[in-house]
C-alpha cells in the first residue's frame, strides 16, 4: 500500500515543507533591523517558522507509513492542511509586524518559499481525497463478502 498515489503526494508535500530551508521567504536590497539584517529572511530567522516546517514535513513523512490506519492518515493529513496555511500566513506577519520596523526605502521581494505551502496544501487535499477514496473501496468490498 506504501505504492499507491497518495504516498507520492504525502511525499511532495514532506519534500515542500523541507524545500522551506533551502529557499527564502523574502529578500531586501539594503539590510534592515530584525529579520531582514542579513537581507534574508528564511525558517531559521524565527523558532516558530522553525518548528512550524519541521513539524509539518515530519507529520506529512510520518502519515505515509500509516497506510493501514487511514482514518489516522486522514487526521494528520487534515493537521498538515492546517499548517500549510499557517506557515506563510505566521511568516507574513512577522515580517511585517516586525517591532524593530522596517528602515524605509527598503525594498522587500517575496521569496519561493513564500508560495511552497500552496504546493504543499494541494498535494495534501489531494493525498486526502485519494485516502478517502480507498476507505470507500475497502468498505464496499466488506459488504459484498
Known amino acids: 500500500m506504501i505504492q499507491r498515489i497518495q504516498s507520492v503526494f504525502l511525499l511532495l508535500a ?3 515543507f523541507f524545500l522551506q530551508f ?17 537581507t534574508i529572511y528564511n525558517v531559521s530567522d524565527n523558532p516558530v517558522l522553525l518548528v512550524l516546517t519541521i513539524l509539518g514535513g515530519a507529520v506529512a513523512l510520518i502519515s505515509i507509513f ?3 490506519n487511514r482514518s489516522l492518515q486522514i487526521r494528520m493529513g ?3 492542511i492546517v499548517l500549510c496555511i499557517l506557515l506563510p500566513l505566521v ?8 517591532p524593530t520596523g522596517l528602515s524605509k526605502g527598503v525594498e522587500i521581494n517575496d521569496g519561493i518559499a513564500m508560495y511552497l505551502p500552496i504546493i504543499g496544501l494541494i ?3 489531494l493525498a486526502n481525497k485519494y485516502i478517502s ?8 468490498m466488506d459488504r459484498l463478502r
Open 133 to 140: 477514496k480507498d476507505t470507500k473501496l475497502v468498505k464496499s
Open 123 to 125: 498535494t495534501t487535499i
Open 78 to 80: 487534515y493537521f498538515v
Open 22 to 38: 533551502v529557499f527564502n521567504f523574502a529578500t531586501s536590497d539594503k539590510p534592515s533591523p530584525g529579520f531582514l539584517s542579513d
Open 66 to 68: 500509516l497506510f493501514r
Open 14 to 16: 514532506s519534500i515542500t
Open 91 to 98: 511568516a507574513f506577519l512577522l515580517m511585517y509586524n516586525e
